[in-house]
């Protein structure tokens, strides 16, 4: 499994296979085992043990974690590949202008299709379901707006990065 962890601003890719960890690129033996009660770990990375202290941290964001390391304290970000495709899409709405374009975060099977050229969607409504992984995804509007174009139909396989549909934003006044 891979893992995309961001700590103090640097980004670091970490895959996991067992008890072999490829951390950018490199790879080690390790191994991580609870030492008690509650979020107190073990790691062992080659011959190097570490007492480890992890906790989800209090503010709010997925994948967000306060790492103690042999006294030393982290603020962390750890996705896999597919919250980090989806937080990137959202991003990358939010920052856009023009229609806003939705594109698959991931290779799948469109399922349905809520929308229609010409709706009015808000934010957070439900646009598209896919399958992909054997799970099924809903794919939301990241602003309010008017579907401007479909461009798949339930039963359509499609690549990451296709073009689902666009949006264009609403402006006040409208």
């Known amino acids: 499994m891979k893992y995309y962890v961001n700590v103090g601003g640097r980004d670091i890719e970490v895959e996991l296979d067992g008890d072999r960890v490829s ?5 080690v033996q390790a191994r991580i085992d609870q030492s008690g009660p509650g979020e107190v770990y073990v ?9 480890v ?22 603020a962390i970000e750890a996705l896999d590949e597919r919250a ?21 975060p991931m290779p799948g099977l469109v399922v349905r299709v809520n929308v229609s050229e010409g709706d009015r969607v808000r934010a957070g409504q439900g646009l598209i379901v896919m399958e992909a992984m054997k799970m099924e995804n ?6 309010a707006g008017v579907v401007r174009r479909v461009s798949v139909t339930p039963g359509s396989a499609v690549e990451k ?14």
Do not use: C
């Not at 951390?23 to 790879?27: E, L, V």
């Open 138 to 143: 809903e794919l939301k509007a990241a602003a």
């Open 84 to 104: 980090r495709a989806i937080r990137d899409l959202s991003r990358a709405a939010e920052r856009s202008s023009g229609p806003a374009r939705l594109v698959a």
């Open 161 to 174: 990065g296709a073009l689902l549909l666009e949006v264009e934003a609403e402006h006040e006044g409208k």
């Open 53 to 74: 202290n992890a906790r989800r941290a209090s503010e709010n964001g997925r994948g967000r974690y306060e790492i103690g390391v042999d006294g030393y304290r982290f």
């Open 43 to 51: 790691l062992r990375i080659g011959d190097a043990v570490h007492s």
């Open 23 to 27: 951390i950018a690129n490199q790879q």
